[in-house]
């Protein structure tokens, strides 16, 4: 607890200088980081290798011990990515509106940090780099908050760091690690209003409940997909397979890959046995609703659980539905508003279901996969939002700001 | 508990409808509603009349029951006041940017409802109809939760305008009142995740901090305002007087008015005694530093607790500061960062000043009692919010929106 305190304290005070800091300032801070990084390479990726041995001597799976693990070729990833960071625009300081009133006064929307912004995660060490990246660039302070499991790597990256900013004008104190793993620091954390502005939680389903349900600070929820593709009665069937073959299986382990496979029952005899047969060449697993497994007899029975699941692998679940409203019928009750798309020629079915359907991103013939900061052109991305308040959908450096209002008189009062 | 549950399902189902009306519907029943009260005058009277007894009964200040009451008058007010929500412009459905990737997505941001607000207030039931026109507008379903000493005003209202409705297109379901008076009920309100998008608190400190500790559902926070008028050694004496005893006397009672004065020591023995005369003889009681005891010996001694206070009462913290930095140092303390103003004629301490002055709203030569939805030319106003996230400041009916991005593609997937 003294630890969040004391490092809470010395990261909002550091906020209120960061916040000062010019864009070159900004800029040279992360180029000197990026040199670090690659310069003492060495020192992370031995304090890796404790991480990597303790979580193979664990029996931590094979997969996760692969997203662990910290090489050269790494670092020089989190280097180029700290660099591109760089490159991009500073949001800072932007006016976004301005307007006079008619009794003179000029009112400016300014685009101004945060403040201090906690992250909560348990990905892999390139997120520290990453965020403490996105969070420099925009004046923010950033208190992280690893998975104890990568806490070594996590360590011997921000000390350099640290050390980078050090050699800079940026204030000390602008990055800090929690390095307590005690469970109940995190709690805390969650409630320390006082030293932090906002909290990303970025990870699993379980993580970011508890920081639904715990925090106190102002969050931003991110990540659960369970997305849908419906294949409309005027579908390009070519192109409906392309897309749904891309957005199940090219990287089934995200959250804007698809989960779900809709598909109108004026077609599903003609459409489905392709495409099906494709999934299965793939390695995917089809639960299938009865129309599904009387057109697709391999399919395994599909139940309510699955609807609801966000699989996260080859894994899907397939159902013939009557028609549009009953795919958004469909989609409403059991999906998560992150993702969702429509396969169609049918201009006004495109229109209907980009304006009924609720969710972050809403596609026409194309792949829930393109739900992503960088494919969205922000050139950064510190999370998905699936909230409603601040930011919805992919978040890069603007989505890390607040604004404030300057208003300038010579001197009004109010009636 | 039941009764939330029953009317959050009933108003998330409504809110799907109101997302899709059309700006005419929706202005035809704000038209409506507005007839409808005037029609109904006499049965809100008369329920009304009902409440003010009890409170006097209840030994209720003169004050507050003044601001309880219902008459005529304050009916065509708020009848008025829907009318003045219809006149201005939808928000929902506009595209706020548009860009094509190199692929050839076209992604559209386009402004949304959230989908249900929910209020929890403690204020005059003016704000019933004020919350449920600008909810309506903004095709938001809207839960509201008063304060049991105006539970039978507000039935009354609700059923007004629940009927009013009901004489439109717009969904039935979109407007609910809790009329369980349980405490318990507010704080099962504030777990309502499932239901309820966002919520809203407006009223006193104490609310405000029970919602912050206990909402689970993302929430707007309202209203605290410890403001200060710094008068810098570069003022004009008659205009700081003015802006002073406007910001402090014209309306004591609002989070927007001025609780401490802090005066640059090189022209405090100038300008003092004037102006602390002039807020004397207009009721204020003085609190000062020793420096300004030395120079107004009428003051009363000022404690460390004033300092931190919103005294929401004609009294006035007074202190004499070193310098510019010095009395944003004291701001930066003790502020609660929502209005702040420096009185200068000096062009780079008026920079200074607005640009290191972390506040929703930072004023030079003007008085802090500006930052209002409507004094900022918004049209209408749901509250003052004074965290970072999502909307700081005046908030209007762009801050009751949300945003959906709208891809449309022509088969693209993603390498």
Redesign the interface.
């Known amino acids: 607890m003294q630890e969040l305190i004391t490092k809470g304290e010395s990261a909002k005070q550091a906020s209120?200088k960061l916040?000062?800091a010019t864009t070159e300032e900004k800029n040279y801070a992360l180029e000197v980081m990026a040199e670090e990084l690659i310069i003492n390479a060495g020192e992370i990726i031995s304090a890796n290798l404790f991480d990597v041995e303790n979580a193979i001597k664990n029996g931590m799976m094979q997969s996760l011990v692969d997203r662990l693990m910290i090489n050269k070729d790494r670092i020089d990833a989190m280097a180029q990515g700290l660099l591109q960071i760089k490159s991009l625009p500073d949001p800072i300081g932007d006016i976004i509106e301005s307007?006079k009133?008619p009794n003179e006064?000029v009112?400016d929307q300014q685009r101004?940090p945060?403040?201090v912004i906690g992250i909560i995660y348990e990905s892999r060490p390139n997120v520290t780099v990453d965020a403490v990246g996105l969070c420099i660039k925009t004046g923010n302070s950033v208190i992280l908050k690893g998975g104890s499991e990568a806490l070594s790597s996590n360590k011997a990256i921000i000390k350099v760091l640290v050390e980078a900013i050090e050699k800079t004008n940026l204030p000390e104190g602008c990055i800090q690690l929690i390095e307590d793993t005690n469970r109940e620091i995190t709690m805390e954390m969650m409630k320390l209003?006082k030293y932090i502005?906002?909290l990303i939680p970025r990870g699993g389903a379980g993580l970011i409940k508890a920081v639904?349900?715990n925090a106190?600070i102002?969050?931003?929820?991110t990540g659960v997909g369970n997305c849908h593709v419906f294949v409309d009665r005027y579908a390009?069937f070519d192109?409906a397979e392309?897309?749904i073959?891309?957005?199940k299986t090219?990287r089934p382990g995200v959250c804007n890959a698809m989960e779900t496979l809709l598909v109108d029952k004026q077609i599903a005899e003609n459409f489905l046995p392709k495409v099906l047969k494709s999934l299965v060449e793939k390695g995917v697993e089809i639960r299938g609703c009865e129309k599904t497994r009387a057109i697709f007899s391999q399919a395994k029975p599909v139940t309510e659980q699955d609807y609801y699941a966000e699989f996260l692998d080859l894994i899907i679940a397939v159902k013939v539905v009557e028609d549009i409203n009953d795919a958004m019928e469909h989609i409403?009750r059991y999906g998560t508003k992150h993702s969702e798309a429509i396969i169609t020629a049918d201009i006004s079915h495109?229109g209907k279901f980009?304006?009924?359907v609720?969710?972050?991103?809403?596609?026409?013939?194309?792949?829930t996969?393109?739900?992503d900061g960088f494919?969205?052109?922000f050139g950064a991305e510190i999370g998905i939002s699936t909230?409603?308040?601040?930011a919805?959908?992919p978040m890069g450096l603007k989505e890390l700001t607040?604004?404030?209002?300057?208003?300038?008189?010579?001197?009004?009062?109010?009636e």
């Not at 102002?218 to 929820?221: A, D, G, H, L, R």
């Not at 609720?358 to 013939?365: C, E, M, T």
């Open positions: 209120r916040a000062l307007w009133r006064l009112i101004v945060i403040g209003n502005d906002v639904v349900q106190t102002p969050i931003i929820e390009d192109m392309r897309i073959i891309n957005a090219s409403n495109a980009q304006n009924e609720d969710a972050a991103a809403v596609y026409v013939n194309a792949s996969r393109f739900t494919e969205f052109g909230q409603k308040l601040h919805r959908g607040s604004t404030k209002y300057i208003i300038s008189g010579n001197g009004q009062i109010r």
